[in-house]
């Protein structure tokens, strides 16, 4: 696939286990997300980076760490999971004013915790 | 902060009939209004949007429909067909840049 992709696609974890989701960009954007979705609930947006800098920390627990090494590529670091934290993360991307442009998703990670 | 509610949660129709899909939100500073369609285990995917500044948009089989006063916008989707079967999700984009979704709707074609 093209665009955005992410990896693992499928990821099981223990509570102590400590692993990290990879999305990359190939759209040249400049802002990336994160987003949790859960059965139903609405999509959840988790953090957004802009030039390589966090703009947005939607009151995720700190166990979720989010890091942005280059515009292309975004990483979001797990530990100490909870059950509560399974479900599909994804990623997005964007370009231009973060106002404007519609956002590019990836195909996601589906985690469970157990 | 932006509330975005999706009506109905599901929806089944028959090839050919149109459908219809409303949000609300309340933000009245909202001026970007996305809606995106989610097949089983794919990513969402934009199919249209609209801003502030119009009223209704069109693209083939599809519209969207806004009302800044009532702060409300529709997707309608005309002659349906088993491939527009999917989950769609309206968002709303307030003074800042982030979107805030609605819960969804799974849309089912009957063939």
């Known amino acids: 696939e093209t665009g955005v992709t992410q990896t693992p696609r499928h990821l099981v974890m223990g509570m102590t286990n400590k692993k990290s989701l990879k999305c990359e960009q190939h759209l040249g954007h400049n802002a990336m997300y994160w987003y949790k979705q859960s059965a139903k609930k609405p999509l959840e947006l988790m953090f957004v980076?802009?030039?390589?800098?966090?703009?947005e920390n939607n009151s995720v627990p700190s166990r979720f760490s989010p890091e942005c090494p280059n515009s292309s590529h975004l990483f979001l670091h797990l530990h100490t999971l909870q059950p509560e934290d399974s479900a599909l993360y994804l990623c997005?991307?964007?370009?231009?004013?973060?106002?404007?442009?519609?956002?590019?998703f990836g195909p996601g990670t589906r985690l469970t915790v157990t | 902060g932006e509330n975005v509610e999706q009506h109905p949660s599901t929806l089944s129709v028959q090839e050919g009939d149109s459908a219809v899909i409303k949000c609300t939100y309340s933000d009245s500073a909202s001026n970007y209004f996305p809606w995106y369609k989610q097949e089983l285990g794919k990513r969402p995917q934009l199919i249209i949007d609209i801003r502030s500044n119009v009223g209704e948009k069109k693209d083939q089989r599809i519209a969207v429909t806004l009302n800044k006063t009532a702060k409300h916008f529709s997707l309608h989707i005309t002659e349906t067909q088993p491939e527009d079967s999917a989950v769609y999700f309206c968002a709303a984009r307030g003074s800042n840049y982030k979107l805030t979704f609605g819960k969804g709707t799974l849309l089912t074609v009957n063939p």
């Open positions: 997005a991307s964007s370009q231009g004013d973060l106002r404007t442009y519609e956002q590019y």
């Open positions: 980076y802009s030039l390589e800098e966090r703009v």
